[in-house]
């Protein structure tokens, strides 16, 4: 359970500080979300609260992992079920109408790894991290 823990553990972090550097910090992709001038106040108060929740998920599965004693298989699959929720919203976003992995004007700028959005490539990689986890957690 202990490489499970630790692959549940990896994603928590990065889907909780992933967000946050990529929408608010790093400059490349920052200037697409949170910093872009062309978004409303309003798409700009969901970019934050999108951020806040991957963070306070990843603190919630990190303490789950760490300091619930003993670690269960079932606190391991809430934990796992939490780290992977961030990833799956962003999955199923393009579901609702209007929405899309990035703005126009930034399309050809954005990576397309395998050919599929950049932000689509590492959502499927986390959650595949997390089903991964699982399997070597139960198996």
Partial sequence: METSKWLIAFVAIYGGLGGIMFDAVIPATSHQHLWNPAWL???KFHNVQTMLMGLFNAIATL???FALRPLTLPVLLVAAALAALY???MLLAPLFPGTAWSDPEFEAANPRPLG???QKFLSMLAT???IIA???AVL
């Fill in 41 to 43: 106040p309003h798409a």
């Fill in 63 to 65: 303490v789950m992992l």
């Fill in 87 to 89: 990833f799956v919203c």
């Fill in 116 to 118: 599929i959005p950049v």
């Fill in 128 to 130: 595949g991290l997390v």
């Fill in 134 to 136: 699982i399997l070597i």
